[in-house]
Nanobody
Framework: QVQLEESGGGLVQAGGSLRLSCAAS????????MGWFRQAPGKEREFVGG????????YIPDSLKGRFTISRDNAKNVVYLQMNSLKPEDTAVYYC?????????????????WGEGTQVTVSS
């Protein structure tokens, strides 16, 4: 079992940057692919980035490419989401999720474990 805890959220002005972290418990972190999702009020949970268990492959949706980057440090049991040039529409609760196996998936139901989320608010 994996426990996940996100951190690094907060209030930032448009154009600013944040780096979210997701710390995982346990010794098997490197057996899980990881994903980042976000959910704004009244909207469905949205995939914003995925990374394979080794960190060798990553995916950011085209709509976010160039602004968001996902990475992981398996020695520290942490996955990161670097967010640059933030916009008010990036405001949401951001969640990390773990999925057993090599590859990330784009849909929330494919993930086995979730963190509690961290709020990101971007002011205009």
């Amino acid at each position: 079992q994996v426990q996940l805890e996100e951190s690094g959220g907060g209030l930032v002005q448009a154009g600013g940057s944040l780096r979210l972290s997701c710390a995982a418990s346990g010794r098997t972190f490197n057996t899980y692919a990881m994903g980042w999702f976000r959910q704004a009020p009244g909207k469905e949970r949205e995939f914003v980035g995925g990374i394979t268990k080794s960190g060798g492959s990553t995916y950011i949706p085209d709509s976010l490419k160039g602004r968001f980057t996902i990475s992981r440090d398996n020695a520290k049991n942490v996955v990161y989401l670097q967010m640059n040039s933030l916009k008010p529409e990036d405001t949401a609760v951001y969640y990390c999720a773990a999925r057993r196996g090599t590859y990330y998936k784009l849909t929330p139901r494919e993930y086995d474990y979730w963190g509690e989320g961290t709020q990101v608010t971007v002011s205009s």
